[in-house]
């Protein structure tokens, strides 16, 4: 599962708002959507600036078994 997150710029990088999806978080922030989802391509690509405020965050959500 993938978070997508809206954080202060400052050093704590504090969530404002946490979505599931790239178009939740385009509604909740005001943003355009495709404006978005350039971001988080240049996030997946390592090509991100840094202290934009934009974040994505992998949780395993566990719905995986493991092997014992």
Partial sequence: M???????????????????????C????????AGLRSVFSRIRSGNNPPKTGWKMVCIDDGDEEEDL
């Fill in 2 to 24: 993938v978070l997508y997150l809206k954080t202060t710029k400052d050093k704590y990088e504090f969530p404002l708002i946490v979505a599931d999806t790239v178009k939740e």
């Fill in 26 to 33: 385009a509604d909740r922030t005001g943003a355009s959507y």
